[in-house]
């Protein structure tokens, strides 16, 4: 199956280890395409067609492009950086017999026995002090590091009955034999190019090391870790920079923390999406009753991977909404509002993909099911304007590994492409 972007997405996600290297990456793409760095703690001097980003806690990312003439509305996307991992704590390393093990935790909810027997790594940033100045550093231990084995089933012949794994004790990653002990953060340092003593404070995850590819009979599916929702992060970066000029405000934001609730000071329920925009107006001399007419005409794609109906248990779906890979975006609907979707906001998405002349489809879940929330009900509560959630679907959500459709990539950009187009909605 031919795809214009897969490649280039494998290539995203396998430079992205943690989410501070997607942010770091997609400041990359944003530069490549003449957007330039404004920081918080500066004061914004903006010229109409500018296009600009902000960055926060090294994890999350606000794009903007202002228009040549007074601004329509605030045509907005969002998609989040994190991914379900394990994070190493503080005093990392646990020295037991002939073995020494890493100290982790649990972040977000993966599916946990994914991340056995495979070969994974270290990557995050490390915070130094450089004069009277703390300074970051991203570190990626690029080497089959650690592994968590299972046990053997010789030991455990239930194990195919089913787990239910301890996190403090089944997930703990085995970094080496007893001449590993102490040499944990030697090699952090080795890889920030610092001294040991001289790292303060660390954010460092477990990262998968199997690379993405491309599978199936007509090379339809791509596999990957970080799927979610690196993919549609992606996807909305591209949309963003490929887009021509409109009179609206465009907006991408690719915010952490989703995948623990997102009240953080760089998540969707920070203030950060409200203090951009509203410093956006300032910047071009919008009055404050202006800014609230814009945000009434204003509309923001919720973007975050979506359940696709499952090859070997099919009746986890919902009859009728049950999205498959490569038959099109993903409108995502819940009545508990744990998707912000409502019948304006899909019947303007899907004029939006009729305009790009690409499918869409829809996802509920089981009525007697729970799914997950995303970033569009939350971010609403800080900037409340028209909100579609919508997602590409997946197989093996929160897994290590994920599988999604190669179509349904280039049918996103697409379909961005030409909502950052738009005028107002």
Known sequence: MKSTY?????????????????????????????????????????????????????????????????????????????????????NPEIASGAYVKLNTEKYGGMLMSTWLDRPLSVAGRVVVKNGNAFETKLIDIDRDLLIIPNVAIHMNRAANDGMAYKANIDTIPLFGDSNANGRFMPLVAKSAGVKEKDILGHDLFLYCRDSGTIVGYDKEYIASPKLDDLECAFALVKGIINSEKSDAIKVCAVFDNEEVGSETKQGAASSY???????????????????????SKSFLV????????????????????????????????????????????????????????????????????????????????????????????????????????????????????????????
């Open 273 to 295: 999406l409200r203090d951009t925009l509203r410093r956006i107006t300032l910047a071009l001399n919008i009055s404050e009753e202006d800014y609230q007419r814009i945000l």
């Open 6 to 90: 897969s490649k280039e997405l494998l290539s995203f996600i396998k430079n992205s280890k943690s989410c501070f290297h997607a942010i770091e990456n997609i400041k990359k793409m944003l530069t490549d395409a003449n957007f330039c760095e404004l920081f918080e703690g500066d004061k914004w001097a903006l010229t109409r067609s500018g296009k600009y980003f902000t960055v926060r806690n090294d994890s999350s990312i606000i794009a903007f492009e202002i228009p040549k003439n007074a601004p329509s509305a605030f045509i907005m996307a969002a998609a989040h950086s994190d991914s379900p991992s394990f994070k190493i704590k503080e």
């Open 302 to 425: 919720s973007a975050d991977n979506a359940h696709a109906i499952h090859p070997n248990h099919p009746e986890y779906a919902d009859a009728g909404n049950a999205p498959v890979m490569n038959g099109g975006i993903v409108i995502k609907y819940n009545a508990n509002q744990r998707y912000s979707t409502d019948a304006l906001s899909a019947a303007i998405f899907k004029s939006v993909c009729d305009k790009a002349s690409v499918k869409y489809q829809s996802f509920a879940n089981r009525s007697d099911m729970l799914g997950g929330s995303t970033l569009g009900s939350i971010s609403n509560t800080m900037v409340p304007v028209k909100t579609v959630d919508i997602g590409l679907a997946q197989l093996a959500m929160h897994s290590a590994y994920e599988t999604a459709g190669v179509r349904d990539l280039d049918d996103l950009v697409d379909a961005m492409t030409v909502y950052f187009e738009e005028n107002s909605i």
